[in-house]
């Protein structure tokens, strides 16, 4: 039972929940001027967990038949037989059960919008057997998250959620421009749509570039919004000198790609979180 659990976490890396649950909590916090309450914390974390666990699921079952082909992902629980398709198959139903159900206990407005959140999840999953914006949907999945923390507290999406949001949309797609950059060559003899195997590794390089200062722009335009203190513009630069070190970490050696987009990243988020939180609290 222990193992089976071990490898359900390495089939979808539960710990890279740190990616969207810091910006759901963000927008909680200034949604609520503050403390939003235990209840919301659960709900938040939980509906967040499950959400990622479904599309992490539903992206390994997809995906099954290319994972076998690539060298990178032969070792996945889903491809060396540790977890059975049926298995990966029931994993990613419980999880969207439960997330509709979380979104029931939050408010009516989450539970109405929890149906396309998932389709959009899935949709993700699709994406680069035909379209490079495949790193702009997987962005989109993890922005709803801000939109979500403010639909939870106030039951509507204020506008600076969505510059948050736009926000992290092009953050991610970023970061996930470059780790894409590993399997280039893969992705081109698939035929696959990625922007490195479509535009090459220079121009991938400059499009993750511009992507990241969308992302400082749009996250200065959320502080100004919401009306945020200093701490909150800290934050801000200091999430531009982590991306600036990521950029440098990747073009400096590939081989660095998992320690920028694991590391960097996940400091980046939960530092963010720190500071609004004082921020807010001061």
């Known amino acids: 039972m222990k193992k089976k659990l071990l490898d359900f976490n ?3 890396m539960m710990g890279h929940s740190i ?18 309450g235990w209840k919301l914390l659960f709900l938040g974390a939980l509906a967040a967990f499950t959400a990622r666990n479904f599309a992490m699921a539903f992206n390994r079952y997809i995906d099954s ?11 996945r629980p889903s491809v060396d037989g540790r977890i059975a398709p049926k298995e990966v198959q029931l994993f990613m139903w419980v999880n969207a059960l439960g997330f509709i159900i979380t979104t029931l206990f939050v408010n ?95 121009l991938a390089l400059l499009i993750a570039e511009i992507f990241h200062i969308v992302t400082i722009a749009f996250w200065m335009i959320f502080i100004v919004q919401a009306h945020l203190g200093f701490l909150a513009y800290v934050a801000v630069f200091l999430s ?10 990747v073009r400096n050696d590939f081989s660095k790609i998992d320690r920028a987009f694991f590391t960097v990243n996940g400091y980046l988020g939960v530092l963010f979180l720190f500071l609004i939180i004082v921020d807010q609290v001061l």
């Open 10 to 12: 390495e089939l979808v």
């Open 19 to 36: 990616f969207s649950m810091p910006f759901i909590f963000i927008a909680m916090i200034v949604a609520a001027n503050g403390w939003f």
């Open 65 to 75: 038949e290319i994972d076998k082909q690539n060298e990178r992902t032969q070792n």
């Open 108 to 202: 009516m407005t989450a539970f109405i919008l929890a149906f396309p959140v998932l389709a959009i999840l899935a949709a993700y999953s699709y994406f680069k057997r035909f379209s490079s914006l495949a790193h702009l949907i997987l962005g989109f999945s993890l922005a709803m998250a801000p939109m979500a923390g403010a639909i939870a507290v106030l039951e509507v999406v204020p506008f600076w959620s969505v510059a948050l949001a736009i926000g992290v949309m092009f953050w991610v797609a970023g970061f996930d421009i470059l780790y894409s950059l590993q399997d280039m060559d893969f992705d081109k003899k698939l035929g696959l749509f990625s922007i490195p195997s479509r535009l090459g590794e220079k």
């Open 240 to 249: 531009m000198a982590l991306l600036y070190y990521e950029h440098h970490l």
